[in-house]
C-alpha cells in the first residue's frame, strides 16, 4: 500500500523507546454523505481504530466499522487508498515514541445499523456516529484545529481529508 504522508512530530530523541501502532479506517459514503465518528469537542475521525494481534487490515476495518457505526462493512467492496505514518513524542507515554501507521480503505456498508459498541474511553470522549460531505467535514476539523489548538490527531484527521479531496477531485 502507498504511504500518502509521513507526519513527523521530530519531537523525539532516537534513543527513546518506541510504541508501534498499527490503526484501520474506513472511508464510506452513504447517501452521498461520509460517515465519521464525532468527539465532544466537535472534531471528526474516519471510523476505525487499532488493530488487534493476529488480524488482518482487513478484519480490523470491519471490526472497528461494526464497533463505531453500528454497520457491517461489504467486504467486496473494500479498496486500498493508502496509510499515513505518523512518528512523534506520546502525549501520554513519558519520553516515548509514538510511531503509528494509519491505513485508510474505501469501503461500503451493508444492512440496517445496529448498535455501537464504544470503549470506554470513547465513551468518555462523548464519541457519535456522524454523516457530512467531505467539505463540510474539512470545514468542521478546520474549526476545530483553529479553537482547539493544532493537536496532532486533530491535524492527521485534516490532512486526511484532504488528501481524500484531492484523490476524488482527480
Not at 25 to 51: E, S, V
Not at 53 to 69: C, D, H, I, M, Y
Not at 119 to 147: F, P, Y
Request: glycine share 8%; hydrophobic share 30%; charged share 30%.
Amino acid at each position: 500500500m502507498k504511504r500518502l504522508l509521513f507526519l513527523d512530530g521530530n519531537n523525539y530523541t532516537d534513543d527513546m523507546p518506541e510504541i508501534k501502532r498499527t490503526a484501520v479506517r474506513g472511508i464510506i459514503d452513504l447517501d452521498g454523505k461520509l460517515l465519521f465518528i464525532k468527539d465532544k469537542f466537535g472534531a471528526l475521525k474516519l471510523p476505525g481504530g487499532g488493530q488487534e494481534e493476529g488480524e488482518s487490515n482487513e478484519q480490523t476495518l470491519a471490526r472497528e466499522v461494526l464497533e463505531e457505526t453500528g454497520y457491517t462493512v461489504d467486504m467486496s467492496t473494500v479498496m486500498p487508498f493508502g496509510y499515513i505514518e505518523e512518528k512523534r513524542r506520546s502525549t501520554h507515554e513519558k519520553d516515548m515514541i509514538w510511531h503509528q501507521f494509519n491505513y485508510l480503505y474505501f469501503c461500503s456498508v451493508t444492512g440496517e445499523r445496529g448498535e455501537c459498541s464504544y470503549s470506554d474511553s470513547e465513551k468518555d470522549l462523548g464519541m457519535q456516529l456522524a454523516a457530512h460531505t467531505l467539505d463540510e467535514a474539512i470545514e468542521i476539523n478546520l474549526s476545530v484545529l483553529e479553537r482547539e489548538g493544532r493537536h496532532e490527531w486533530n491535524q492527521r484527521e485534516y490532512n486526511t481529508l484532504m488528501l481524500i479531496k484531492e484523490h476524488t477531485s482527480n
